[in-house]
């Protein structure tokens, strides 16, 4: 299955309906979750984690109705970058940093790298992608600015943040997040946009709910220390397939959805 064609172009139309019908079953998970918990509809926005899919299926998500997608991978940006970037001029979309392309009759359709970034791929994805969720330390960070001084572009970054403390998982440390949040939004050619969070894998709702409850305070911290290069920072990443209820529920801003609008993965 590694051996999938990720740029392959062309899916039946049962797929493509299966797809279809995930989209709107996960809108409209969301816009109930906005209603439950008293947001205004619209609050949310729906990212769809498109690793392991192939360009026809993420652009038949994009038919039905997704306006952001993210990738894990390095190779599969490269791998998919020129024909998702056609196939959505074709639908009146600018991918990712096509929209800096003075394109002014394209509507944006934000593109994010979502996993986690080796200091050696950063100039394989600047190209392509508009926001990188998995920024989790400094040097990191102070790579990506570098870069994109020289592009002569903004990157826009979200801090991960390890909210469950589980040791898979990238992601700074809670308490340290408000501190370097201050230090990443400092650097030239980058733009902090907000937090990402990856939900605590057990059962506990409580817990789940715990995790994602405290990067909106430390949001919500960030914005409230007038400090002028942290005012962008309103994003909260946070909920998946299975606890993007809950998320909702604790202030997300964006899901990460995955596996409830293109089915299980066949390979990680
Ligand atoms: C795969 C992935 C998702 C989506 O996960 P699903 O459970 O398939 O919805 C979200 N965020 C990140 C960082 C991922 O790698």
Do not use: W
Not at 68 to 84: F, H, S, T
Not at 166 to 183: Q, R, T
Request: proline letters at 2%.
């Amino acid at each position: 299955m590694d051996h999938k064609n990720l740029a392959n172009e062309t899916i039946d139309d049962a797929r493509a309906r299966s797809i279809a019908d995930g989209v709107h079953r996960v809108l409209d998970g969301i816009a109930e979750a906005e209603s439950r918990s008293g947001r205004k509809a619209g609050s949310v926005r729906l990212l769809a984690a498109t690793k392991t899919r192939d360009v026809g299926e993420i652009m038949a998500a994009i038919d039905a109705g997704v306006h952001m997608i993210g990738e894990n991978r390095p190779q599969e940006v490269d791998a998919k970058a020129a024909g998702l970037t056609r196939l959505c001029m074709e639908r009146g979309y600018a991918l990712g940093t096509a929209a800096d392309a003075q394109r002014h009759d394209l509507v944006p359709l934000p593109f994010h790298l979502i996993g986690q970034l080796q200091s050696n791929k950063i100039n394989k994805v600047l190209p392509y992608v508009t926001d990188i969720e998995s920024v989790d330390h400094l040097s990191l960070a102070q790579k990506i600015a570098k870069r994109a001084e020289a592009r002569g572009i903004t990157v826009g970054v979200l801090l991960e943040v390890n909210e469950s403390g589980e040791e898979s998982k990238s992601g700074c440390d809670p308490d340290e997040a408000v501190d370097l949040a201050a230090d990443v939004a400092a650097l030239p050619g980058l733009e902090l946009r907000g937090l990402m969070t990856i939900g605590a894998h057990v059962d506990d709702e409580a817990t789940i709910r715990r995790g994602f409850a405290h990067l909106r305070e430390t949001r919500d911290t960030l914005l409230a220390s007038g400090d002028a290069s942290l005012a962008q920072a309103r994003e909260l990443s946070m909920g998946m397939t299975h606890d993007m209820a809950y998320a909702i529920e604790e202030g997300s801003t964006i899901v990460r959805v995955g596996t409830a609008i293109f089915g299980e993965r066949a390979f990680i």
